[in-house]
């Protein structure tokens, strides 16, 4: 049986609406390529669906191997740091004296935060988060 023009257009239909759910660009290089295959069938190219299978895997493949890196990287947005990578070098104040090995409260933001260093800060000083461990910020004494 021969795949003709309209099943490769339902195809390409398909292979774009998930294209539109999933934004990854994976079944948009389908659809070209079931519309590029539609085309060449309706010309009277590729008879045989050995064919039509055969220049739409291999099309596929080239353009997501040689525009997807592309597409992609014109695409993408400058990422914002969120949740706790925006905490990272951030400097707050120690609510209570931090002693090594010991918690204190650190304030961050308007909120208090639970936080443990290496060296000894009194309460009052200005500290810089390094990391977070869980819910724990750790900090040491801002320069």
């Known amino acids: 049986m ?10 390409a239909i398909i ?10 660009f994976w079944f948009l290089y389908l659809a070209i390529s079931a519309l590029v295959v539609a085309l060449a069938v309706s010309i009277g190219w590729f008879p045989e669906i050995e064919t039509q299978l055969l220049v739409f895997a291999f099309l596929t493949t ?11 990287k014109f695409i993408k947005s400058n990422d914002t740091a969120s949740n706790v990578q925006a905490l990272l070098g951030q400097k707050g104040i120690s609510v209570d004296k931090i002693i090594p090995l010991h918690y204190g409260q650190v304030k961050l933001n308007g909120e208090i935060w639970t936080a443990v260093s290496s060296e000894e800060i009194e309460a009052g000083a200005l500290v810089e988060v390094l990391s977070v461990d ?10």
């Not at 292979?15 to 990854?24: N, R």
């Not at 080239?62 to 992609?72: A, E, K, M, N, S």
């Open 62 to 72: 080239l353009l997501i191997i040689f525009t997807r890196p592309l597409v992609v």
């Open 15 to 24: 292979s774009g609406a998930i294209e539109i759910f999933t934004v990854g």
């Open 134 to 143: 869980g819910v724990k910020l750790v900090v040491k004494k801002a320069d």
């Open 2 to 11: 021969l795949m003709s023009v309209m099943t490769w257009i339902i195809v």
